[in-house]
C-alpha cells in the first residue's frame, strides 16, 4: 500500500515468483487460475537463484490510496539482467500491457534509462492492481526490485551515477599513471598492472549497459561473449602481475609453473567463451576464479608469515579486491545473499 511521505518500497518480500520450467509460458497462462497456486512467496529481500537456463515470472500487487494518479519508477538492482518484460494492467479491459526491456534490449528501450533497468509506472488511484514481470537470463537470475517516487529516484540516480563516474575516473587515472611507468621505467609489473586495470574497465562496461551507449550498433550477443573474454584476461593479468611483483621465477619456480599452468587454463576459458553457451562457461569460470583468488590469498599470507616484505606490501593492497572478489562470484552463484555489500564491495576493492 502507497503510504504517504514513504518514497521507497523494497519489494522483496511483497514479490510472489513461478519457475517457468517450460520457458514457454505467457501472461495469458501465469493469470489463469491455473497457475495461481503455483507462485511462491519470496522469503528475502532480493531473491537469487544463480545462473537459470528458464524464465521467472514474478508478480506483486500495489494499491495507491490517494485520490489521484501516482508516479513511480520500478527499479530492478542488478545490471546484468538480459531479458525483463513488464506487464502492466489495464483497470479497465482488465488486459495487460507490454514493455520490454533488459540489457540485450538497450539499443531500442529508452526505458533503460541508466546502469540499472529502470521502468517508469503511472499508478491510478483506489484501486489494487497485480503487476507481472518476465525475466529471462544467461547471466545471474538476481531479482532486486524496489518501487521508488520520482525525489527518490531521481537521488537514487545521481548517487549510482556519481559513484559509476569515480570508479571509471579513478581506474583511467590508474591506467594512465601505470602507463606512463612503464613507459619511464620499463619494469613489466607496471605494465602488467596497466593490462589489469584496462581489462576490469573493458570488463565493467561491457557488464553494464554502458556499451550499448559507446558503441549503439554492437552486435548484442557481442556483450556477454566478451564479458567471459574479458574476465579471462583479469585473471590472467592479474596472476601476471602478482607473479612479477613477488619475483616468483626467482625466488618460487614450482610456484611460478604453478602460475604459468592458471595463465594457460584461463587463455583455453577465454577462447571457448566464443564457442560455449555464455551460462556454462561463465560458471566454470567463476568456480576458477575462486580456487585462484584463494590461493592468492593464501600464498601472499605464507609469503608475508616467512618475512617477504614485498608479500606484506601486496597483501596490504590486495585483501580488500580479493574479499570483494569473492563476495561478488559467490552471489553471482547464488552462495550468498545479494546486498548492496557483496554487489558492490569488488569495486571498492579495486579502487
Do not use: C
Not at 500500500?1 to 518480500?13: C, F, I, N, P
Not at 562457461?281 to 583468488?293: A, D
Amino acid at each position: 500500500v502507497l503510504e504517504e511521505g514513504q518514497e521507497k518500497y523494497a519489494l522483496g518480500t511483497y514479490l510472489e515468483i513461478l519457475r517457468d520450467s517450460s520457458g514457454e509460458l505467457t501472461i495469458e497462462d501465469v493469470t489463469s487460475k491455473a497457475f495461481q497456486d503455483l507462485f511462491f512467496q519470496s522469503q528475502v529481500d532480493t531473491p537469487n537463484f544463480g545462473y537459470q537456463d528458464v524464465p521467472y515470472w514474478v508478480r506483486f500487487q500495489v494499491r495507491n490510496d490517494h485520490e489521484v494518479n501516482s508516479n513511480w519508477f520500478l527499479v530492478l538492482g542488478f545490471r546484468n539482467m538480459h531479458y525483463m518484460d513488464l506487464y502492466v494492467p489495464d483497470p479497465t479491459s482488465g488486459t495487460y500491457s507490454l514493455i520490454k526491456s533488459g540489457v540485450l534490449r538497450a539499443q531500442e528501450n529508452p526505458n533503460v534509462l541508466f546502469d540499472k533497468l529502470s521502468f517508469e509506472l503511472d499508478i491510478p488511484p483506489e484501486i489494487t492492481q497485480t503487476y507481472y514481470i518476465r525475466f529471462q537470463n544467461e547471466a545471474s537470475m538476481t531479482l532486486p526490485l524496489t518501487l521508488m517516487a520520482p525525489e527518490a529516484f531521481a537521488e537514487h540516480v545521481l548517487v549510482d551515477q556519481l559513484g559509476s563516474g569515480a570508479f571509471y575516473g579513478i581506474l583511467l587515472i590508474m591506467v594512465v599513471y601505470n602507463a606512463i611507468l612503464y613507459a619511464l621505467i620499463k619494469e613489466k609489473v607496471y605494465l602488467h598492472l596497466f593490462l589489469f586495470t584496462l581489462s576490469t574497465i573493458v570488463f565493467f562496461i561491457l557488464y553494464h549497459p554502458i556499451i550499448f551507449r559507446i558503441i549503439p550498433n554492437i552486435p548484442l550477443k557481442l556483450a556477454p561473449i566478451g564479458i567471459s573474454v574479458v574476465l579471462g584476461l583479469i585473471i590472467i593479468t592479474l596472476v601476471l602481475f602478482v607473479d612479477t611483483y613477488l619475483d616468483l621465477k626467482n625466488l618460487h619456480p614450482k610456484i611460478h609453473l604453478s602460475a604459468k599452468l592458471i595463465m594457460f587454463v584461463f587463455l583455453i576459458a577465454s577462447i571457448a567463451a566464443l564457442f560455449v553457451q555464455y551460462r556454462v562457461i561463465i560458471t566454470i569460470q567463476l568456480i576458477l576464479i575462486s580456487i585462484t583468488l584463494i590461493s592468492i590469498l593464501v600464498l601472499n599470507l605464507y609469503l608475508s608469515w616467512q618475512g617477504s616484505r614485498p608479500a606484506k606490501l601486496l597483501l596490504g593492497s590486495l585483501i580488500v579486491f580479493l574479499i570483494g572478489a569473492i563476495l561478488g562470484v559467490s552471489v553471482r552463484l547464488g552462495i550468498i545473499a545479494s546486498n548492496i555489500i557483496t554487489e558492490d564491495f569488488l569495486r571498492i576493492g579495486l579502487i
